[in-house]
C-alpha cells in the first residue's frame, strides 16, 4: 500500500501467511527485561536469604516460557515475546480474548472486520465528517443530471396530448400508442445517459473521499476529482459492461417464449416467456452481486475493466449471501430516503405548477409546466444529494471489509494512517506478507 490519495492496492492476490517464529531470543530483550526473567523465581528466593549463585555455574534460560508456580495449568498462550510483551497488532496471532488489543480506529470505521450497522454507520459518517466534500460533490453531480432531465421532459413531454389521447381512447390502435409513448420514450432515454455518466462520476470521487475518511485524512473536491479522473472512462466502461451482462441475461431468459408466442403458440410461449424471465432475473442478481465490488477495486487498485471484474469475484466468492443482503438493504434505506425527501415536492408541484387540486385528486394525466418541473426537480437533487454518499459509502466499505476479511487489509491500512505500532520492519517483510 502507498499512503497516496486512494492509495492503489500493493497487489491483487491475498497475502501468505505470516512465517513462523524462529524463538524468542530477541523478544526478550524487547521487553526490556533481564534475561532469564520467566525461569527466575528461584534465584530470586535465593537472593532473599542471602545465598548466592556462581554465575558461571547459572542455569542457562530455558528454550521456551515456563509456567510460573501456584499457577493454574489451564493458562492462555504465551505472548511471542515474553510474558511481559504488549499484545500483538489486530490480525497476528497472539492472546485471543486474553489482554485483546483495543481496536484501531483512525478514521470513520475500525480497523477489523466489519459488521452490517458498521458499514452503514462509516458511510454516513463520512458524508457527515466530510460534508463539504461528500455533499458537495453529490450536490453538482445532482444538480447537473437534473437540468438535463428537466430540459429533456419539458422538450418531449410538455405537450402530452398523445397521452391523453390514448386515455380518451377506448380500442387505441399500435399508432396510438407509439404516438403516446415516442416522447416519453426519448426523454426516458437522455435521462438515462444523464443518469449512467452522473452516477459513474459520483461513483469515482465518492469513493476516494471514503478511502481517505477510512484513514481519518481530510480531502477536497479538487483532490477527489484529480485522483478519481484518470479511471472515470474506464469505470465509464465497466458500468455499460455489467448493465449489458445484467440486462442481456434477462432478454436471453425472455426470449425464446417470445419467439414461441409470435410463431402461433401464445399459451405455450408466454408461460416458458414467464419461466425464462424467472431465471433470467435469478441469474442476473448473481452477476451483479457478483461484479458489485468491481468498481471500488477499479477505483482503489488501478485495475484495468477485466481485471476488477474479475477481482470483485474473487472478493465475493463464499460471501455473496451477505453481500447480497447488505446491497438490498442499502437500495432499500436509500429508496426510502429518497422518496420522504422528494414526497413534499411531488405534492407541492401539481398545486403550483398544475392544474391545481383538482388535477392531484382526479388521477389522470398531469398537467407539465417548467414550474412543475422546476419544482420536481428541486425535490429530486435533495434526494440524491443525500442518498449517493450512502449508497456509493457502503459499497466501498463493503470492497474494503472483505479484504480486511481475506487479505489482511486492516494492517496495511494501520501503517498507512500512521497508526504507531504498525510501522513497516525494515530489512524484513510486511506484516500480513
Given at each position: 500500500?502507498?499512503?497516496?490519495?486512494?492509495?492503489?492496492?500493493?497487489?491483487?492476490?491475498?497475502?501468505?501467511p505470516?512465517?513462523?517464529?524462529?524463538?524468542?531470543?530477541?523478544?526478550?530483550?524487547?521487553?526490556?527485561?533481564?534475561?532469564?526473567?520467566?525461569?527466575?523465581?528461584?534465584?530470586?528466593?535465593?537472593?532473599?536469604?542471602g545465598?548466592?549463585?556462581?554465575?558461571?555455574?547459572?542455569?542457562?534460560?530455558?528454550?521456551?516460557?515456563?509456567?510460573?508456580?501456584?499457577?493454574s495449568?489451564?493458562?492462555?498462550?504465551?505472548?511471542?515475546?515474553?510474558?511481559?510483551?504488549?499484545?500483538?497488532?489486530?490480525?497476528?496471532?497472539?492472546?485471543?480474548?486474553?489482554?485483546?488489543?483495543?481496536?484501531?480506529?483512525?478514521?470513520?470505521?475500525?480497523?477489523?472486520?466489519?459488521?452490517?450497522?458498521?458499514?452503514?454507520?462509516?458511510?454516513?459518517?463520512?458524508?457527515?465528517?466530510?460534508?463539504?466534500t461528500?455533499?458537495?460533490?453529490?450536490?453538482v453531480?445532482?444538480?447537473?443530471?437534473?437540468?438535463?432531465?428537466?430540459?429533456?421532459?419539458?422538450?418531449?413531454?410538455?405537450?402530452?396530448?398523445g397521452?391523453?389521447?390514448?386515455?380518451?381512447?377506448t380500442?387505441?390502435?399500435?399508432?396510438?400508442?407509439?404516438?403516446a409513448?415516442?416522447?416519453?420514450?426519448?426523454?426516458?432515454?437522455?435521462?438515462?445517459?444523464?443518469?449512467?455518466?452522473?452516477?459513474?462520476?459520483?461513483?469515482?470521487?465518492?469513493?476516494?473521499?471514503?478511502?481517505?475518511?477510512?484513514?481519518?485524512?481530510?480531502?477536497?473536491?479538487?483532490?477527489?476529482?484529480?485522483?478519481?479522473?484518470?479511471?472515470?472512462?474506464?469505470?465509464?466502461?465497466?458500468?455499460?459492461?455489467?448493465?449489458?451482462?445484467?440486462?442481456?441475461?434477462?432478454?436471453?431468459?425472455?426470449?425464446?417464449?417470445?419467439?414461441?408466442?409470435?410463431?402461433?403458440?401464445?399459451?405455450?410461449?408466454?408461460?416458458?416467456?414467464?419461466?425464462?424471465g424467472?431465471?433470467?432475473?435469478?441469474?442476473?442478481?448473481?452477476?451483479?452481486?457478483?461484479?458489485?465490488?468491481?468498481?471500488?477495486?477499479?477505483?482503489?487498485?488501478?485495475?484495468?475493466?477485466?481485471?476488477?471484474l474479475?477481482?470483485?469475484?474473487?472478493?465475493?466468492?463464499?460471501?455473496?449471501?451477505?453481500?447480497?443482503?447488505?446491497?438490498?438493504?442499502?437500495?432499500?434505506?436509500?429508496?426510502?430516503?429518497?422518496?420522504?425527501?422528494?414526497?413534499?415536492?411531488?405534492l407541492?408541484?401539481?398545486?403550483?405548477?398544475?392544474?391545481?387540486?383538482?388535477?392531484?385528486?382526479?388521477?389522470?394525466?398531469?398537467?407539465?409546466?417548467?414550474?412543475?418541473?422546476?419544482?420536481?426537480?428541486?425535490?429530486?437533487?435533495?434526494?440524491?444529494?443525500?442518498?449517493?454518499?450512502?449508497?456509493?459509502?457502503?459499497?466501498?466499505?463493503?470492497?474494503?471489509?472483505?479484504?480486511?476479511?481475506?487479505?489482511?487489509?486492516?494492517?496495511?491500512?494501520?501503517?498507512?494512517?500512521?497508526?504507531?505500532?504498525?510501522?513497516?520492519?525494515?530489512?524484513?517483510?510486511?506484516?500480513?506478507?
Amino acid at each position: 500500500m502507498s499512503d497516496s490519495p486512494g492509495w492503489a492496492s500493493p497487489g491483487s492476490s491475498p497475502s501468505d501467511p505470516p512465517p513462523a517464529s524462529g524463538g524468542d531470543a530477541s523478544g526478550a530483550a524487547s521487553t526490556g527485561q533481564p534475561e532469564g526473567r520467566e525461569g527466575g523465581h528461584g534465584s530470586d528466593r535465593g537472593g532473599d536469604h542471602g545465598d548466592k549463585v556462581p554465575t558461571d555455574k547459572a542455569p542457562s534460560p530455558p528454550a521456551g516460557p515456563q509456567q510460573p508456580t501456584n499457577w493454574s495449568a489451564q493458562q492462555p498462550p504465551a505472548a511471542p515475546h515474553g510474558w511481559g510483551a504488549p499484545p500483538p497488532p489486530p490480525g497476528q496471532p497472539g492472546w485471543g480474548h486474553w489482554n485483546q488489543p483495543p481496536t484501531v480506529k483512525p478514521g470513520v470505521i475500525p480497523l477489523r472486520p466489519l459488521g452490517v450497522g458498521e458499514i452503514l454507520d462509516g458511510a454516513v459518517t463520512t458524508a457527515r465528517t466530510h460534508w463539504r466534500t461528500a455533499l458537495g460533490i453529490s450536490l453538482v453531480v445532482a444538480v447537473m443530471i437534473q437540468i438535463v432531465s428537466t430540459v429533456a421532459t419539458g422538450i418531449w413531454l410538455r405537450d402530452n396530448s398523445g397521452l391523453q389521447a390514448l386515455e380518451n381512447e377506448t380500442n387505441p390502435t399500435a399508432e396510438d400508442f407509439r404516438e403516446a409513448f415516442s416522447g416519453t420514450a426519448s426523454a426516458l432515454g437522455v435521462e438515462m445517459l444523464a443518469a449512467l455518466v452522473g452516477t459513474v462520476l459520483a461513483t469515482a470521487m465518492l469513493t476516494i473521499v471514503v478511502s481517505r475518511a477510512v484513514l481519518g485524512r481530510p480531502v477536497t473536491i479538487q483532490e477527489a476529482w484529480r485522483d478519481s479522473r484518470p479511471q472515470l472512462l474506464r469505470l465509464l466502461g465497466l458500468t455499460l459492461l455489467i448493465m449489458l451482462i445484467v440486462t442481456g441475461v434477462i432478454v436471453l431468459g425472455v426470449l425464446p417464449g417470445i419467439m414461441l408466442g409470435a410463431a402461433g403458440s401464445a399459451v405455450v410461449g408466454g408461460l416458458l416467456a414467464i419461466l425464462g424471465g424467472l431465471a433470467g432475473t435469478a441469474i442476473a442478481a448473481w452477476l451483479w452481486v457478483r461484479y458489485s465490488l468491481s468498481a471500488p477495486a477499479l477505483m482503489l487498485e488501478r485495475q484495468g475493466v477485466s481485471a476488477a471484474l474479475r477481482r470483485s469475484a474473487k472478493l465475493v466468492r463464499g460471501s455473496w449471501w451477505r453481500i447480497f443482503g447488505i446491497q438490498i438493504l442499502t437500495a432499500l434505506l436509500v429508496f426510502l430516503v429518497g422518496m420522504v425527501v422528494q414526497l413534499p415536492f411531488t405534492l407541492l408541484a401539481p398545486l403550483i405548477g398544475g392544474s391545481g387540486p383538482e388535477g392531484l385528486l382526479s388521477g389522470g394525466v398531469a398537467e407539465v409546466t417548467w414550474t412543475y418541473l422546476v419544482i420536481v426537480g428541486i425535490g429530486a437533487v435533495l434526494a440524491s444529494t443525500i442518498t449517493l454518499p450512502i449508497s456509493a459509502g457502503v459499497t466501498a466499505l463493503l470492497y474494503m471489509d472483505q479484504r480486511i476479511r481475506r487479505e489482511a487489509l486492516d494492517l496495511e491500512l494501520a501503517r498507512a494512517a500512521g497508526v504507531p505500532g504498525y510501522e513497516q520492519p525494515s530489512g524484513g517483510p510486511a506484516p500480513g506478507h
